[in-house]
């Protein structure tokens, strides 16, 4: 299909990459150097996507969705409404500022806009999801259903006295029903083997029947880690920091918010009415040990800027916080983050682009989950009759594709198989596939 993408930022980069291989594409920004990086099959246009004559020139007559991801909320609801002036099309609009989501969540369609991205909520939404991982004994550091509920992936952190610490992948074979396939290390993922051993602080990824892969997770669990059950402290209290704690109103927990700034932290207190709000700068050691941070079953690093972040991140280590989750805004800073070692790095814009990619991707690809900031994508996909892999061995099917990606689980009937090399397809399987990178090529042979 055409689609149309307006602004060339790390969102809308992202998004294009993700797309380039099964749709025509053309994308518009008013910095004629931001488009320098675009590759020659995508039809660029340097102008301002507010103006119809740069709307026509880019095609917009003939484009199917309409994406709209500059840096500014306003600029991205105009066009949207624009483009419905001008055209049939889908729109989705990124945004920021919670107050347009807040309208069109009450208006479904206002301003135009068929989907509209909210950065601050999908981003607090995937950290308080997190934290309810958290709160059982597996303590998963991300979870996801297939198949109707059949298959469950986790991605679980190998603490230093996890039992799988210098053990191999092979010895996992002693939990029935369980597939561990990927890892990720020292900012790499990959697909293991049975020959790869785990080290402490390793990611990996399990598919399975959901109770054997909550049961492997409690299994390895360490036993110095206590689940999240009464305390969370939010470290900034911006849009990400108030979405988070809003989400959590009604539950049990005791949220403290901390915010520097008097106006901001007057705000939140005026419109949150369970979390306790502080005001205080969290940068100075102190304010950690008057208010007891550290003690805290998991802590949040929200604040608006990366160097602020970091620093607080380095004094939760020094604390020896439990559970630290830090919030990385610029894509440089990424690989730092990742090297603090800690409980979880969430990219807000990497969340928009991916929940953008999943919104188009999922009316052809089924269930597509994206994990490691991009390096590994899961795939569910259901066997018909034309299906060029029918009846054929796993083994098989391994010999038709060089990319690297690994059978996760079957979902046959009511029951799950974990597939070795001469696992048979048959006729309605869902094949659930991680692979590393790229693959919709592989997917859509498939």
Same mark, same amino acid.
């Given at each position: 299909?055409? @689609?149309? @993408?307006?602004?060339?930022?790390?969102?809308?980069?992202?998004?294009?990459?993700?797309?380039?291989?099964?749709?025509?594409?053309?994308?518009? %920004?008013?910095?004629?150097?931001?488009?320098?990086?675009v590759p020659f099959e995508v039809e660029v246009i340097a102008g301002n996507g507010l103006e119809e004559e740069v709307l026509q020139s880019a095609g917009i007559k003939e484009a199917e969705i309409v994406l709209s991801t500059t840096s500014d909320d306003h600029t991205n609801v105009l066009i949207g409404s624009m483009a419905k002036l001008l055209t049939e099309c889908f729109t989705i609009a990124r945004v920021s500022d919670p107050s347009f989501a807040n309208i069109w969540d009450t208006r479904?369609?206002?301003f135009g806009i068929d989907a509209m991205i909210d950065r601050s909520y999908l981003t607090a939404k995937q950290i308080t999801d997190l934290l309810w991982f958290q709160s059982t004994r597996q303590e998963s550091i991300n979870e996801e259903l297939y198949c109707q509920g059949k298959v469950k992936m986790s991605e679980f952190r190998l603490e230093s006295d996890s039992e799988l610490i210098d053990k191999t992948v092979?010895?996992?074979?002693?939990?029935?029903?369980?597939?561990?396939?990927?890892?990720?290390?020292?900012?790499?993922?990959?697909?293991?083997s049975k020959d790869t051993s785990f080290e402490e602080g390793d990611r990996i990824t399990v598919f399975g029947p959901p109770q054997k892969v909550d049961d492997f997770g409690i299994s390895i669990a360490s036993t110095e880690?206590?689940?999240?059950?009464?305390?969370?402290?939010?470290?900034?209290?911006?849009? @990400?920091?108030?979405q988070a704690a809003?989400?959590? /109103? %009604? =539950?049990?927990?005791?949220?403290?918010?901390?915010?520097?700034?008097?106006?901001?932290?007057?705000? $939140?207190?005026?419109?949150?009415?369970?979390?306790?709000?502080?005001?205080?700068?969290? =940068?100075?050691?102190?304010?950690?040990?008057?208010?007891?941070?550290?003690?805290?079953?998991? $802590?949040?690093?929200? =604040?608006?800027?990366?160097?602020?972040?970091?620093?607080? =991140?380095? @004094?939760?280590?020094?604390? /020896?916080s439990s559970r630290l989750v830090s919030v990385v805004h610029e894509n440089q800073y990424l690989s730092l983050f990742e090297s603090l070692d800690i409980t979880r790095v969430i990219h807000p814009r990497e969340v928009v682009a991916s929940s953008i990619t999943n919104y188009v991707k999922d009316s052809y690809t089924g269930h597509l989950t994206e994990l490691e900031h991009e390096s590994g994508e899961i795939f569910e996909i259901k066997i018909d009759a034309e299906s060029q892999v029918l009846n054929e061995t796993i083994e098989d099917l391994k010999k038709r594709f060089d990319h690297p990606y690994e059978v996760g689980a079957i979902a046959r009937q009511n029951h799950v198989i974990i597939p070795t090399l001469d696992t048979s397809i048959k006729l309605g399987d869902q094949l659930v596939i991680l692979t590393t990178g790229k693959a919709e090529d592989m997917v859509d042979k498939l």
């Amino acid at each position: 299909m055409k @689609i149309l @993408i307006i602004g060339a930022g790390q969102v809308g980069m992202s998004v294009m990459e993700d797309l380039i291989d099964d749709h025509k594409i053309s994308m518009i %920004d008013k910095d004629a150097s931001s488009l320098d990086r675009v590759p020659f099959e995508v039809e660029v246009i340097a102008g301002n996507g507010l103006e119809e004559e740069v709307l026509q020139s880019a095609g917009i007559k003939e484009a199917e969705i309409v994406l709209s991801t500059t840096s500014d909320d306003h600029t991205n609801v105009l066009i949207g409404s624009m483009a419905k002036l001008l055209t049939e099309c889908f729109t989705i609009a990124r945004v920021s500022d919670p107050s347009f989501a807040n309208i069109w969540d009450t208006r479904e369609g206002a301003f135009g806009i068929d989907a509209m991205i909210d950065r601050s909520y999908l981003t607090a939404k995937q950290i308080t999801d997190l934290l309810w991982f958290q709160s059982t004994r597996q303590e998963s550091i991300n979870e996801e259903l297939y198949c109707q509920g059949k298959v469950k992936m986790s991605e679980f952190r190998l603490e230093s006295d996890s039992e799988l610490i210098d053990k191999t992948v092979q010895h996992c074979e002693k939990y029935p029903k369980i597939n561990v396939v990927g890892i990720f290390r020292d900012s790499d993922f990959s697909i293991v083997s049975k020959d790869t051993s785990f080290e402490e602080g390793d990611r990996i990824t399990v598919f399975g029947p959901p109770q054997k892969v909550d049961d492997f997770g409690i299994s390895i669990a360490s036993t110095e880690m206590e689940p999240v059950q009464d305390t969370f402290d939010i470290l900034g209290g911006g849009d @990400i920091g108030y979405q988070a704690a809003l989400l959590l /109103e %009604d =539950t049990p927990l005791s949220i403290r918010i901390f915010e520097k700034d008097p106006e901001r932290a007057q705000f $939140l207190s005026e419109h949150l009415s369970q979390a306790m709000v502080l005001q205080a700068d969290i =940068t100075e050691r102190s304010v950690w040990e008057e208010e007891h941070i550290p003690e805290s079953d998991i $802590l949040l690093v929200s =604040t608006n800027d990366d160097a602020k972040n970091i620093l607080v =991140t380095l @004094i939760g280590q020094e604390h /020896e916080s439990s559970r630290l989750v830090s919030v990385v805004h610029e894509n440089q800073y990424l690989s730092l983050f990742e090297s603090l070692d800690i409980t979880r790095v969430i990219h807000p814009r990497e969340v928009v682009a991916s929940s953008i990619t999943n919104y188009v991707k999922d009316s052809y690809t089924g269930h597509l989950t994206e994990l490691e900031h991009e390096s590994g994508e899961i795939f569910e996909i259901k066997i018909d009759a034309e299906s060029q892999v029918l009846n054929e061995t796993i083994e098989d099917l391994k010999k038709r594709f060089d990319h690297p990606y690994e059978v996760g689980a079957i979902a046959r009937q009511n029951h799950v198989i974990i597939p070795t090399l001469d696992t048979s397809i048959k006729l309605g399987d869902q094949l659930v596939i991680l692979t590393t990178g790229k693959a919709e090529d592989m997917v859509d042979k498939l």
